[in-house]
């Protein structure tokens, strides 16, 4: 029982409970057995089997080739802004050489503590608060790198940093609270007005398209009145007119018809100067307004030179006939001549 106490591995992970050299030595896995022969380096025992000479070999460190975790202590640092922290970390590495692990530094544990307190405080110093919490994971990714610079000559490598807890102090504690709140409160009221804003756009939007959609209806209305009742009657007035045309020219075709014609655009003439002073103050009036016979002359002569095609026409298709001195429209002229004087 003596002898597999003195053979068994020390349950720390340098020089503490170095195993006795008997000659027959067991490695266990994932050790690494420095030995030293008369004082110097000799060669590092693999796991398993291995054989010494006694009193000359010595066990002088035993080096743990599994991941290690050390614990980083609490410390302070101060921020770019000059906010004071507390903060701790978990450090993992691994030995990588068990000979400069056992002869490149005295204590690899305590060395490596150091390293990344320092380094963390120096990386600290380069971030202000806000930065602190939003870029942990680029803080631990930089400790990492400047401690395996460093621990590259003691044959140990470290594989990553985790930040633990990172203590602000009360007052800063209490103005972060508060400009948390303040953040939350505008993000609030800015979600607030966006959903008026959203509102009162849906709203208008859906005005716009009432508006879009009664106008289309109330012009399809137009058209379909227009094309329906309107065209009927505009179709009833321009055939009724057209009867009436029809009549008209008729009659003109009619014995005496130009006559009566002629008497009925000379009352029109009449009675538009009878009324031309009602409708304006400006009145534009002949130099002879006084001799109507004048006018009606005058308005007879119009009228005889918009019909004298038709007059042509007429003769060419019927024969002449003699004139009648005593025709209607002569002795109404004569009548109206009488009148006036």
């Known amino acids: 029982l003596k002898r597999a106490a003195r053979l068994a591995p020390a349950p720390c992970r340098w020089n503490s409970g170095l195993p006795v050299n008997i000659g027959v030595l067991f490695v266990p896995q994932q050790e690494a057995w420095v030995v030293e022969r008369m004082g110097k380096f000799h060669r590092i025992l693999e796991p398993g089997l291995n054989f010494l000479i006694p009193l000359l070999d010595r066990i002088r460190y035993v080096q743990s080739l599994k991941e290690i975790v050390i614990n980083v202590p609490e410390q302070s640092a101060v921020t770019l802004d000059n906010v004071t922290l507390q903060i701790d970390g978990v450090l993992y590495l691994r030995v990588m050489d068990p000979y400069k692990a056992s002869y490149g530094v005295e204590d690899p544990e305590y060395a490596v503590t150091q390293l990344a307190q320092t380094t ?59 400009q948390v709140e303040a953040e939350r409160r505008k993000r609030a009221t800015v979600l607030e007005s966006e959903g008026t804003r959203e509102s009162a756009i849906n709203v208008a939007e859906g005005q716009k398209q009432a508006q879009i959609l009664a106008s289309e209806a109330e012009k399809a209305e137009q058209i379909n009145k227009a094309a329906g009742r309107e065209a009927n009657a505009m179709l009833v007035k321009a055939r009724a007119k057209a009867e009436a045309i029809q009549l008209l020219a008729a009659a003109l075709a009619q014995q005496h018809g130009n006559a009566a014609a002629s008497l009925s655009v000379a009352e029109q003439y009449v009675n538009a100067f009878s009324k031309i002073a009602k409708d304006s103050n400006t009145v534009l009036l002949p130099a002879n307004t006084g001799d109507v016979t004048n006018m009606v002359a005058q308005a007879l002569g119009i009228y005889t030179t918009l019909t004298k095609p038709q007059a042509v026409k007429t003769q060419d298709e019927m024969p002449p006939a003699h004139e009648d001195s005593h025709s209607p429209a002569t002795e109404v002229l004569k009548a109206e001549q009488g009148s006036s004087s």
Do not use: T
Request: charged letters at 30%; one cysteine or more.
């Open 120 to 178: 963390m405080r120096s990386e600290l110093g380069k971030l202000s608060l806000d930065r602190v919490f939003r870029e942990r994971e680029s803080l631990n990714a930089s400790i990492v790198d400047a401690i395996n610079q460093a621990s590259d000559c003691w044959g140990i490598r470290c594989l990553r940093y985790e930040i633990k807890d990172i203590h602000v102090p009360p007052r800063v504690k209490e103005s972060m609270q508060m």
